[in-house]
């Protein structure tokens, strides 16, 4: 974890300097409220779980796994773009390495394209949910720039389906966790 995010002196990061992603990032309780339900949702799709759960450290060390995906996550939206694409390859070429089969028998393989649209979306929704939530209320317009902002970064990773929208990101979910609707009730709900 050792990333100089201000050399070269004005280097271009991934994400805009000017754009909603750096001031969700830039929040403390975004990071830590949207990481944490950014992880439970990613978890919640089979083939992700199993591939965490058997291939890396988060059994033994939960709290240095979160801290290594935090920091990628940092360097993403702020190291000078050629830092950010070295350590994206180097994730890329280590989930290479991890496959295997669910509990339940269904083969999987970390850089299948849909498991990493999953992945995605879900730290993205974590991060951007957590900012509109408790920290200021994000407009739609806003919700679909952060979004918009992190597809260059995404397909790095190799979801190359990963939600520019939030009409996209309601999609996503619906079809991956059929029979979810989003809450109505409330006036911070997720479509607001």
């Given amino acids: 974890m050792d990333v100089d995010f201000k050399a070269p002196s004005g ?6 300097s000017d754009g909603i992603s750096w001031t969700i990032f830039s929040n403390p309780v975004a990071l830590f409220i949207g990481g944490v339900s ?9 083939a992700v779980r199993s591939g965490v759960w058997d291939h890396s450290s988060f ?3 939960p709290g240095m796994r979160l801290r290594r995906t935090g920091f990628a996550a940092m360097v993403t939206v702020y190291a000078p773009a050629e830092q950010a694409r070295a350590l994206i390859g180097r994730v890329v070429a280590m989930h290479e390495r991890v496959n295997g089969v669910t509990p ?16 995605q979306a879900t730290a993205s929704f974590g991060f951007i949910e957590a900012y509109h939530r408790y920290v200021r209320t994000l407009t739609p317009a806003e919700k679909d720039a952060a979004l918009t902002e992190g597809a260059a970064a995404s397909r790095l ?12 990101w309601d999609d996503l979910l619906a079809s991956t966790a059929p029979g979810w609707k989003a809450p109505t009730c409330c006036p911070n709900s997720s479509r607001s």
């Fill in 11 to 16: 280097a271009p990061a991934l994400f805009p």
């Fill in 38 to 46: 950014a992880v439970l949702l990613e978890l919640a799709e089979p």
């Fill in 59 to 61: 059994r033994r060390d």
């Fill in 104 to 119: 339940d028998g269904q083969p999987y393989r970390a850089n299948d394209p849909r498991l990493l649209d999953w992945v």
């Fill in 157 to 168: 990773y190799g979801a190359v389906g990963a939600p520019r929208s939030w009409q996209e």
